[in-house]
């Protein structure tokens, strides 16, 4: 079994690492190359160093930018593993209707992010008309627990599945 695991190896890894050079590193490899260059398309791009580094740590919507999205990160990853541990520990426990629950959690998961994203701008269109106040008026603020709430919305589900698992798995006396 060992011998032919061996021999077939190639064959079955070949097709993955072609697709993944492909769609991943050959991209990525030229994205590293052109942030050195100046370059109107691909094929007129001329190296010019670190100056495209030095001229966006110095413009001030970059840096807000970066901390914006630094923030986003750090209180998304936070709120949302405390929510599906959470969420985790209560589903499982013995409950009438745990599996049903699972699965409403998980369901918007399952929607692609452009549909999710289709919904989301319904319901709040449909919600600040009520308060006479278009969508796009919202302030940034406004607009940071909007997209908080969207990403946890989606991704709670998920990462209760995997608390789930890893719970069953955990001896009850530690719990």
Same mark, same amino acid.
């Given at each position: 079994m060992q011998k032919a695991i061996k021999r077939y190896f190639p064959v079955f890894v070949l097709p993955t690492l072609i697709a993944f050079t492909i769609g991943f590193l050959a991209p990525f490899v030229l994205g590293v190359y052109l942030s050195f260059c100046k370059f109107t398309t691909v094929t007129d791009a001329k190296f010019i160093g670190l100056s495209n580094y030095a001229k966006i740590l110095g413009d001030g919507d970059f840096l807000h930018s970066l901390? &914006?999205? $630094?923030? !986003? %990160?750090? +209180? %998304?990853?936070?709120? /949302?593993?405390? &929510? $599906?541990? $959470? +969420?985790?520990?209560?589903?499982?426990?013995? /409950?009438? #209707? %745990?599996? /049903?629950?699972?699965?409403?959690? !998980?369901?918007?998961? @399952?929607? #692609?992010? /452009?549909? @999710? #994203?289709y919904i989301w701008q319904t319901l709040l269109n449909g919600l600040l008309s009520k308060w006479g106040q278009p969508l796009l008026s919202l302030s940034a603020k406004n607009g940071f627990i909007g997209m908080l709430i969207l990403l946890m919305w989606q991704q709670i589900g998920y990462m209760m599945i995997i608390y789930i698992a890893g719970l069953n798995n955990v001896s009850p006396d530690l719990i």
């Open positions: 901390w &914006f999205t $630094a923030l !986003f %990160t750090i +209180v %998304t990853v936070l709120l /949302i593993n405390i &929510f $599906a541990f $959470a +969420v985790a520990m209560l589903l499982t426990k013995n /409950i009438k #209707g %745990t599996n /049903i629950f699972r699965t409403v959690f !998980f369901m918007p998961n @399952l929607i #692609g992010g /452009i549909v @999710l #994203g």
